[in-house]
């Protein structure tokens, strides 16, 4: 990356008290650079800490070393800068799909008109489909129209990062389907970044331009930054056509069946900075030779 990054995270740690005396390193030396624009998906075993990196992105969590920055200034708390999507919708039950829109937009535009507020919300309620519904109550709306409620407002806050946790865990296969493609969408046209948790490597794959692999915790770090060799134009129904699909989903599955494990002793042998963990691009011919057809297996470059 050649580019200042909008965000920046450095040296990032989060340790707990042990019961009976001392204390747990859940992960540490967590270093990421994240552009404008970019779609990161953070995936890990269950325990590696990626819940807690996220929160402390959100600024609801505090590290126990490190620090991250945004715009060039260290995050202090929470912020309408970084909204946040979790897997439950946490929405104002009382309140309409407008309502619960609104509410968040006054919260961050407290100098706007009610009809530029009520524009301004409809635009994003007509993003994720959800035209016509905009007087409904939560209870009156399925779990993927909750979902998308809760995407368009936070959304319409327009924030600088948008983090996601497992977003679409919750929901049936169909619905979770056509709402990747919708977020995919509305992501690439807004230029949205995006830092979201997933265990779906297909889900990763679709929609992620990076995907951050975590080693095992205790003391989990990045082990490798992995660039989606697939191309910007692809959809759940073409993407298995492509001819590095499998190269980039059997890199990302051995990672985690095999090498997320061992990585301690691995990289010892290859000597791994996590201050520059290595990026992969599999399936694609190594970035320095440009001449002859593709390799096969996939590229390291540091
Ligand atoms: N308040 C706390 N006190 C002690 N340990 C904690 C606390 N909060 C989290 N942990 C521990 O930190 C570790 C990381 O938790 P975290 O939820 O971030 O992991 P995760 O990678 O998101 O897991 P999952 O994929 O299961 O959601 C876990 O082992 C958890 O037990």
């Known amino acids: 990356m050649t580019e200042k990054p909008l965000i920046s995270i450095e040296a990032l740690a989060r340790r707990y008290p042990r019961h009976g005396g001392g204390e747990t390193t ?13 779609f990161i998906c953070l995936i890990g075993h269950s325990g590696c800490g990626k819940t807690t990196i996220l929160n402390v992105l959100a ?3 505090q590290p126990s070393a490190g620090v991250v920055i945004v715009d060039g200034r260290e995050i202090a708390g929470p912020s309408l800068d970084r909204a946040v999507i979790f897997q439950g919708h946490s929405l104002l039950p009382w309140m309409s799909v407008m309502g619960n829109v609104a509410f968040a937009v006054n919260s961050r535009r407290p100098d706007w008109s009610k009809d530029r507020v009520r524009a301004h919300c409809q635009k994003y309620i007509d993003v994720v489909h959800l035209t016509g519904s905009e007087h409904k109550k939560p209870a009156e709306l399925s779990g993927g129209m909750k979902q998308r409620v809760g995407i368009a407002r936070a959304l319409a806050i327009e924030p600088k990062m948008l983090l996601m946790d497992e977003p679409f865990s919750a929901l049936d296969a169909l619905t ?10 509305i992501c690439t ?10 265990h779906d490597v297909d889900e990763a ?6 995907i951050v692999l975590m080693t095992n915790g205790p003391h989990a770090k990045i082990a490798e930054i992995v660039e989606n060799t697939l191309p910007k134009d ?5 993407i ?12 990302l599955l051995d990672f985690l069946v095999t090498r997320s494990k061992a990585f301690t002793a691995e990289s010892g042998a290859n000597g791994y900075d996590p201050k520059k963990p290595p990026i992969v691009r599999p399936g694609a011919r190594p970035v320095a030779v440009e001449t002859g057809p593709p390799e096969p297996g996939h590229a390291v470059s540091a």
């Not at 979770?176 to 969408?185: H, P």
């Not at 794959?205 to 990076?210: E, G, Q, S, V």
């Not at 298995?240 to 890199?251: C, Q, S, V």
């Open 176 to 185: 979770r389907g056509s709402l990747q493609d919708e977020v995919r969408r």
């Open 234 to 238: 692809r959809s759940r129904t073409n």
């Open 26 to 38: 859940v992960f540490e030396d967590v270093w990421l650079p994240i552009a404008k624009g970019e």
């Open 240 to 251: 298995h056509k492509h001819a590095n699909y499998y190269a980039l989903r059997n890199h």
């Open 59 to 61: 600024g609801l969590d």
């Open 189 to 198: 046209e807004t230029e949205q970044t995006v830092f979201m948790i997933t």
């Open 205 to 210: 794959m679709l929609l992620a331009d990076k």
